[in-house]
């Protein structure tokens, strides 16, 4: 069986249109209530959400469905990704729950789910939630005296922030530093500037009024500008962005140049094997990430692993492997030292850790590990239905790109897990060339589905 509702990243769409619903939301929680439970212990999930304001609608529908099976819920009100899936496991609950669409405009919403570990689940518990989504629940429901009961976590936010500040290595301190950090108006907005602060950092804080509606909206990790003219114009020496839920970094350097995730992996990665902490003897990323990047630690003797794009891949990889670095080029950084997904925060926090310890240099010096081989990404739309990908012209198109890269650079084709789009990607040592191979395999896939479309 494959997953219908489950993505790359647990289930997304638009708030309130199907399957985004308050129903969906619903039958997941019931679904989800019957595979945990385990044993005759009172049952406990724990629920946190980012800031959209459709986090109102399935928040309620979510805790209803699982007070009717008898499992208590535990609020944790908006709260960092990363931070759900910890106190998952420290309140010893047997479900945790993020709603959160993540990067996605506030007109999204998601549901993300985590086991009694703290990790994600796998394809294979997602697919058996989406069967026990069609069955009846009725000979499951819990008696009226059994029903579960729902409170609020009021010191979430606090448990959270000194458990990254633990993270940071003892002895060090921010002081001297500022730092801008825009917190994209997401769940981080109250957690991210205090960790900074109270570390000693000099903060200047972006993106921290959220409003419902503002989330990731021209700020965060995928609108880097505003963070970029803030750096320069403050004289900071770097800035940090989040995404909508956090789990998510990407960086700025005192000059206002991009630092991402590939470059973060890097950085974080040498520092770890020059102390010897590095597990696995190697890097875990996925398919987009930067041919440079492999190059450069290759030099090192450090391995790069690649898998199939998405945090959760990389994490089951590290896990089964033994990697305690790995992530995404879009900024999911993991350090299974210290959590069980992509902590932006925390990530951030190793970065640092290295600027300071590299005696006064500037970020810009530290951050920028090495130089990218050029690469070009194009998103191409397709409508439902439409299979563009086996079209021969498409494929003789993808065979061209390949003999003109020749040996020298590489191509990724893949469809998206969120949304109708198919991503085009090319890399290698001539940037003419990859634009060019990049431009020519989109347009066939273009007009492929246009006359499969038509037709």
């Not at 789910?113 to 703290?118: A, N, Q």
Request: hydrophobic residues 45%.
């Amino acid at each position: 069986m494959t997953r219908h509702l489950f993505g790359t990243d647990g289930i997304r769409g638009t708030a309130n249109i199907d399957p985004m619903t308050a129903e969906t939301a619903l039958r997941v929680a019931m679904a989800s209530a019957l595979q945990f439970r385990r044993g005759d212990h009172r049952h406990r999930v724990v629920i946190g959400k980012d800031t959209r304001l459709s986090g109102y609608l399935l928040e309620p529908a979510l805790t209803a469905g699982f007070i009717s099976m008898g499992m208590d819920v535990v609020l944790l009100g908006p709260l960092p990704t990363p931070a759900v899936a910890m106190l998952t496991r420290s309140l010893r609950a047997d479900l945790g729950v993020m709603i959160s669409a993540s990067h996605n405009p506030f007109q999204d919403n998601g549901i993300k789910l985590f086991g009694p570990d703290g990790y994600k689940l796998s394809d294979a518990v997602e697919i058996a939630i989406e069967t026990r989504m069609g069955q009846p629940f009725a000979p499951d429901l819990a008696g009226s005296a059994d029903l579960g009961r729902a409170s609020r976590l009021e010191d979430s936010t606090g448990r959270y922030i000194e458990y990254v500040k633990n993270t940071f290595p003892r002895g060090l301190r921010l002081d001297g530093l500022k730092i801008v950090v825009d917190c994209a108006n997401g769940a981080a907005y109250r957690v991210a500037p205090k960790v900074l602060y109270e570390l000693g950092a000099d903060v200047i804080p972006v993106g921290v009024n959220p409003d419902g509606l503002n989330i990731n909206k021209d700020c965060g990790a995928t609108a880097t500008r505003t963070l970029q003219e803030q750096v320069v114009a403050h004289g900071a020496h770097l800035g940090i962005a989040l995404d909508g839920d956090a789990d998510r970094l990407i960086m700025v350097d005192e000059a206002g140049r991009v630092v991402d995730g590939d470059q973060v992996m890097a950085l974080i990665a040498s520092s770890w094997a020059q102390a010897q902490t590095l597990k696995g003897g190697g890097v875990v990323a996925t398919v987009m990430s930067n041919l440079g990047m492999e190059r450069h630690l290759q030099g090192l003797g450090i391995a790069l692993v690649r898998t199939p794009v998405g945090d959760r891949y990389v994490v089951e990889h590290m896990r089964e492997h033994g990697y305690n670095v790995g992530g995404e080029q879009s900024g999911h950084v993991v350090l299974s030292d210290y959590s069980t997904t992509g902590d932006g925060l925390i990530a951030a926090l190793q970065v640092l850790a290295v600027l300071i310890q590299s005696g006064g240099r500037a970020a810009s010096e530290v951050c920028q590990v090495f130089a990218p081989v050029p690469q070009k990404l194009t998103n191409v739309r397709f409508a439902a239905g439409s299979k563009p990908l086996e079209i021969a012209s498409v494929q003789a198109a993808i065979r061209d790109g390949e003999a003109r890269l020749n040996g020298s650079g590489r191509i990724l084709i893949r469809k998206s897990g969120t949304e109708p789009v198919i991503r085009v990607m090319a890399e290698g040592d001539d940037e003419g060339l990859v634009h060019a191979v990049v431009a020519d395999i989109a347009g066939a896939i273009t007009d492929a589905a246009r006359l499969e479309t038509a037709s």
